[in-house]
């Protein structure tokens, strides 16, 4: 049972659209990642939060400790932003526990 | 960025075979660890070490191996390949409390 669970799957946008992308886990957490995996290519740490909000560039991060949620926002999205985002957790140990990652395709 | 180097990138080999694939990092991060990616599934752990010497198993860590007998190097070993081992693998590194760093991944196939 994958304790963090990801929606949609699967997203398609057209540019300059508003996205969302929603990730909840199970239990208390340490810290929550945002990361991003590139058709083909490795995979990059966008965020890593334990309360409130993040920003950089287009790209805002949110986590609400109480609702154990965590949204992913991307404004003004374009076709580079086509990527796997993926949530992954941190339950008081070293490791991270994965969600299986939304895969979001943005068209021109 | 840690600077992460994995190797092989790509490798196909046949069943029963070892195979060891191999993670370099020159940032001296002390966690270390081997993930698999497959579809459907999230990235899943296969071991990970937290220091020369100092490794311990993940959630699928069943027909491999690992070693770190330095800190810059981890090892992951297939003593005996098996098709389902097919899969991506990521090694990604971290210094504590810190976002994980990860390699560019080596695509392995076993025939």
């Known amino acids: 049972k994958n304790e963090v669970e990801q929606s949609p799957q699967n997203l398609t946008a057209q540019e300059g659209e508003f996205i969302t992308i929603n990730c909840s886990y199970s239990v208390g957490i340490s810290a929550l990642h945002w990361l991003q995996q590139h058709p083909g290519g490795g995979i990059v740490s966008l965020f890593m939060l334990s309360s409130g909000k993040k920003k950089h560039g287009r790209l805002i991060a949110t986590i609400n400790i109480q609702e154990k949620h965590s949204s992913l926002h991307i404004t003004a999205s374009h076709p580079r932003d086509s990527a796997v985002y993926i949530c992954?957790?941190?339950?008081?140990?070293?490791?991270?526990?994965f969600g299986t990652g939304t895969r979001l395709q943005v068209f021109p | 960025d840690a600077g992460i180097t994995q190797s092989p990138r790509h490798k196909v080999t046949e069943t029963g075979t070892p195979v060891t694939l191999r993670c370099h990092q020159t940032?001296?991060?002390?966690?270390m660890y081997w993930y698999r990616q497959d579809p459907g599934h999230g990235l899943r752990l296969i071991h990970y070490s937290y220091g020369v010497k100092d490794t311990d198993k993940g959630e699928v860590s069943d027909g491999y191996s690992v070693s770190r007998s330095k800190t810059e190097d981890f090892l992951l070993t297939l003593e005996s390949a098996t098709s389902s081992q097919t899969s991506v693998y990521f090694c990604a590194t971290t210094q504590g409390d810190q976002p994980q760093h990860f390699g560019d991944g080596t695509r392995l196939s076993i025939l």
């Open positions: 992954a957790v941190h339950y008081n140990t070293d490791k991270l526990i």
């Open positions: 940032e001296n991060h002390r966690y």
